[in-house]
């Protein structure tokens, strides 16, 4: 007998390249070998989902919707959560409580993190030591010094990562009517003049849920659930009596997890922003809020406004609409010494409009994941410019809870003189987790 072996793989492969003739013997289904643009079993990308609430499932949804993936995990501390979302998954998947066995399970190609923020980071890190490409939810970390750990594990270990916002990939701008791309064209071009002004409030098309999301600073404690794991859910974050308030979509109005409705829309609106502004390598220096004084300890409440300003004089006008002084109705949403671009894009002078038409189009991104992890190419929304807008998000909530004027070092990623507010950079986790 020969010595010669070959992998299943090979098999399917060789055996896909001989023919489509092939399907029509009984026993080989033309699904198993990718007859008919099929994905043969052996190339489908393998999944598992942590954290299945309601975003979660959302993500089951998408995985199980994807004929070239297979979803093998889901994972909760809620067993209700478990419960449905293996119902929703079929056969096939496996449910966990703890994330640590999902990731011991090796086989996993793409893991998807659904938790709450105060959880992103250390299962980043863990995802990507384990040999997985990380589809995250935002924002990417709770505190901007969690993000340079995610980087770091996530380069050190050669993996792809996606962070869940679409808008600056063109597929629709929340709330602006339009789509990011011909606001870039416009930028890119020079045509509106620099510097530049953002403004981003419910006047420009922007809700930032900032009552939505606020917490309550007379909870009760109550009884922990039979259902819940409570210690596993708070996990890094502080020990503090249960409330239900204080889990599932609620749990963003609490700094232990979050960082109210800023923290939860920042991503989707500043994303794009930093991206038509060519700021993805860099951050504001100056950062300003008007907002009550002072910050609950615990709870996120109300702010009114927020200014950014970078090294060269562009501006990031972010206003709630929800406590003080607001501008009017009818501001724009990019301004610049030459020109103005409206919600509906609209612009003044209105020729702005049209002469996008002829203005060169932006650099291609990669806007699939799939395409990302099968080529190792950085998906367009990645490790690098993710943790820049997530900057945004909570250089904004420093602003709001130190109640002062603060300076920022793009490069050290340090408030400068402020220690303060760079003890906010860095906070310390709840043993055993650390970083």
């Known amino acids: 007998m020969s010595d010669f072996t070959i992998s299943r793989r090979q098999f399917l492969n060789q055996s896909l390249k001989a023919g489509a003739a092939l399907s029509t013997i009984s026993f080989i289904p033309g699904s198993v070998l990718g007859a008919d643009g099929q994905t043969p079993p052996s190339e489908k990308l393998t999944h598992a989902i942590i954290g299945v609430g309601g975003m979660g499932k959302g993500h089951v949804g998408y995985v199980t919707g994807d004929p070239t993936a297979k979803l093998l995990a889901v994972c909760d501390v809620d067993a209700n959560h478990l419960a449905e979302a293996l119902k929703m998954a079929g056969e096939g998947c496996t449910g966990y409580e703890d994330f640590r066995e999902v990731l011991d399970r090796g086989d996993i190609d793409i893991v998807h993190i659904a938790t709450p923020p105060h959880w992103h980071a250390l299962i980043s890190i863990a995802a990507a030591e384990a040999g997985c490409d990380i589809y995250c939810e935002k924002p990417m970390t709770r505190t901007i010094g969690e993000g340079r750990h995610v980087i770091d594990a996530v380069q050190r270990n050669g993996r792809m990562f996606r962070l869940n916002t679409w808008f600056r990939l063109y597929s629709g701008f929340y709330g602006?009517?339009?789509?990011?791309?011909?606001?870039?064209?416009?930028?890119?071009?020079?045509?509106?003049?620099?510097?530049?002004?953002?403004?981003?409030?419910?006047?420009?098309?922007?809700?930032?849920?900032?009552?939505?999301?606020?917490?309550?600073?007379?909870?009760?404690?109550?009884?922990?659930?039979?259902?819940?794991?409570?210690?596993?859910?708070?996990?890094?974050?502080?020990?503090?009596?249960?409330?239900?308030?204080?889990?599932?979509?609620?749990?963003?109005?609490?700094?232990?997890?979050?960082?109210?409705?800023?923290?939860?829309?920042?991503?989707?609106?500043?994303?794009?922003?930093?991206?038509?502004?060519?700021?993805?390598?860099?951050?504001?220096?100056?950062?300003?809020?008007?907002?009550?004084?002072?910050?609950?300890?615990?709870?996120?409440?109300?702010?009114?406004?927020?200014?950014?300003?970078?090294?060269?004089?562009?501006?990031?006008?972010?206003?709630s609409c929800e406590w003080g002084e607001n501008e009017t109705e009818g501001q724009p949403y990019v301004e610049g010494p030459k020109g103005k671009v409206y919600p509906g894009f609209r612009t003044d002078p209105p020729e702005l409009a049209d002469a996008v038409a002829s203005l060169p189009e932006p650099e291609p991104m990669v806007s699939d994941f799939n395409v990302s992890v099968k080529t190792r190419q950085k998906f367009g929304l990645n490790e690098e410019n993710g943790n820049r807008s997530n900057m945004l998000v909570h250089l904004a909530n420093a602003a709001i809870r130190t109640g002062r004027k603060l300076r920022f070092d793009p490069v050290a990623q340090r408030f400068v003189g402020d220690e303060g507010a760079n003890r906010l950079i860095d906070q310390p986790m709840r043993a055993p987790w650390h970083l």
């Open 176 to 319: 602006l009517g339009t789509t990011v791309k011909p606001i870039k064209q416009l930028v890119s071009s020079g045509l509106l003049g620099w510097p530049l002004t953002v403004r981003v409030s419910k006047f420009t098309g922007f809700h930032w849920k900032v009552s939505m999301w606020s917490g309550k600073t007379d909870l009760v404690p109550q009884p922990v659930p039979p259902e819940l794991d409570y210690d596993m859910w708070l996990g890094p974050a502080p020990r503090r009596p249960y409330h239900p308030h204080r889990l599932h979509a609620s749990f963003r109005g609490y700094w232990d997890y979050d960082g109210g409705g800023l923290a939860d829309m920042g991503q989707h609106y500043l994303d794009p922003v930093q991206y038509f502004l060519g700021k993805d390598d860099t951050s504001p220096v100056e950062i300003e809020a008007h907002a009550p004084w002072p910050t609950h300890p615990d709870a996120v409440l109300l702010w009114g406004r927020v200014e950014m300003k970078y090294a060269d004089g562009c501006r990031l006008i972010l206003e």
